[in-house]
């Protein structure tokens, strides 16, 4: 019964695009397992089959938008060549996206704010996204050759983030259309 297709969604694909969909949407204290069922349309004992606490269905969306972030972030790179390209690039990227219709800012934040306990795995699981965003910025700015890569990339990830925060704010009217011109000001500074 478990196993059991939702329009070609294995029932527990359809519970976690559920998930996602309203966790995004709306922050995940806001959300309730009742909802997620009543809205995938899979049976609440196969929800705690395929994960046994509301932290575990979470913890799984948390770590698919990790993937799906380090995607976008790939593709960004890879339309560019040379490390300080790069860095720009994925600022162009962000720049459009963050004026899409569909992006609601960073997930991480809303975790990380949501549950502010370190030991949260929800708070874990943002911690190490953003170490790892900034680790990226800082071995890009290094290999370009900036003089303080770590302090660049320090930068880098507020202005992203800021960029996070501005779009769910102003939705498409928002200050996040100028981030490409604020990451290229910054690494001049730099030079």
Known sequence: ?????????SARECLLDTASELFYERGFQAVGVDEIVARSGVAKMTLYRHFPSKDDLIVAYLERSDAAFRAWFEGALASADGPRDKLL????????LAQSAGCLGCTFQVSA????????????IALRHKR??????????SDAGFGRPDVLADQLLLLMDGAWVAA???????PAAHVFDAALALMQAQR
């Open 89 to 96: 690039a994925v600022f162009a990227a962000l720049g459009n």
């Open 1 to 9: 019964m478990g196993n059991v297709e939702h329009g070609g969604r």
């Open 168 to 174: 769910r704010m102003f939705e498409r009217q928002s």
């Open 132 to 141: 790892s965003v900034r680790s990226r910025f800082t071995k890009l700015a």
């Open 113 to 124: 704010a949501e549950f502010p306990d370190p030991a949260h795995p929800a708070h874990r």
